[in-house]
């Protein structure tokens, strides 16, 4: 009974570190688009500062976890949410890291000439922002159902994407002077959308966790 104590102490003490990274994470990437919409350099720079932290706290986890599975050998259910948070940790990190890419691409826009901010990027902005949160909350509360709404909502950030590639060609191609901020946007909208895909792999193990089925790869279109 005491051991048993200790382990579920020790699994509530992964979920809150994970939260915790779940929140890093979302504030570089909230910084991050608000940095890029700005032109913020400042802004910019402390995000890129700051990823060290989200990367120690993925080491940090990996070790808690790996002494998890070999100490106390976790069945069922137990064995699922460990393997979950090692899977999502991952997921953070990258997610942290494509802050750090927006965060470059705000820099080097920051030191030109301001473009009025895209419509279409401020939208899947939005779409990304909501999908991590909630991807986020779907952990926290366990919730599939809202796992799997997030993963149903991956192809409107791809859609995105591609009407984003689409837009700036064209204006690139009429107006050859944007070019080169063009094609800074255009890699700003594909770090966004790999953050989407990393919203969604939360998502998907959300849904391992609480159901036991794997569905990677079966809701994307």
């Known amino acids: 009974m005491e051991h048993r104590a200790h382990f579920t102490k ?3 003490d992964l979920k809150v570190q994970v939260l915790r990274m779940s929140s890093m994470a979302e504030t570089a990437m909230h910084n991050a688009v608000k940095a890029l919409a700005e032109c913020n350099a400042e802004l ?5 500062m700051n990823d060290i932290k989200i990367n120690e706290l993925e080491c940090e986890l990996d070790k808690f976890n790996i002494e998890l599975l070999a100490l106390d050998q976790p069945m069922a259910r137990d064995l699922r949410f460990i393997v979950g948070a090692m899977r999502i940790t991952s997921n953070l990190e990258r997610i942290g890291d494509e802050a ?18 895209n419509q279409l990027l401020e939208q899947m902005s939005n779409v ?7 991807a986020v909350k779907s952990f926290a509360d366990e919730d599939h159902d809202l796992a ?16 984003i590639l689409k837009g700036l060609i064209e204006n690139m191609v009429s107006e050859t002077r ?14 966004l959308e790999r953050i989407a895909d990393q919203a969604t792999n939360i998502a998907e193990s959300v849904i391992f966790i609480a159901q036991g089925v794997n569905i990677k790869h079966q809701c994307r279109g």
């Open 100 to 117: 750090v890419n927006l965060a470059h691409r705000a820099v080097f826009l920051s030191t030109r000439p301001p473009l009025p901010f």
């Open 44 to 48: 910019a720079e402390d995000i890129i």
């Open 128 to 134: 990304t922002r909501n999908m991590v949160s909630m």
């Open 178 to 191: 944007i070019v080169e901020r063009g094609v800074h946007l255009i890699m700003a909208a594909n770090h």
């Open 148 to 163: 799997a709404r997030v993963c149903s909502m991956d192809n409107e950030a791809d859609s995105l994407n591609l009407r």
């Open 10 to 12: 020790k699994m509530d």
